[in-house]
Nanobody
Framework: QVQLVESGGGLVQAGGSLRLSCAAS????????MGWYRQAPGEQRDLVAM???????KYAESVKGRFTISRDNAKNMVFLQMNSLKPEDTAVYYC???????????WGQGTQVTVSS
């Protein structure tokens, strides 16, 4: 069983920054494609950013140039650096991992990010 534990969420003013972290309890972390998703109230859960097992990255158009995803395979961790935050970035952010780039097998419990205007 793979456990993913997110941290780093909180309340920040518009224009501010937050760094989310996700710790994975698995020996095959380096084989997983890791992503950050978010879900706002009443909305569907959407992909924000992904870093593949081969270190390729992709981002939602709405966060390009503001968010950066990275991974540390030695520590079994993935990060999401969020800069220039906007109120519309407010959501629960989930860490996820999977062997496919289109389907995640493992999910964290989520961390709340709230951006005030």
């Amino acid at each position: 069983q793979v456990q993913l534990v997110e941290s780093g969420g909180g309340l920040v003013q518009a224009g501010g920054s937050l760094r989310l972290s996700c710790a994975a309890s698995t020996s095959f972390f380096r084989l997983l494609n890791m992503g950050w998703y978010r879900q706002a109230p009443g909305e569907q859960r959407d992909l924000v950013a992904m870093v593949t097992s081969g270190d390729r990255t992709k981002y939602a158009e709405s966060v390009k140039g503001r968010f950066t995803i990275s991974r540390d395979n030695a520590k079994n961790m993935v990060f999401l650096q969020m800069n220039s935050l906007k109120p519309e970035d407010t959501a629960v952010y989930y860490c996820a991992g999977g062997f496919s780039e289109t389907r995640s097998n493992y999910w964290g419990q989520g961390t709340q990010v709230t951006v005030s205007s």
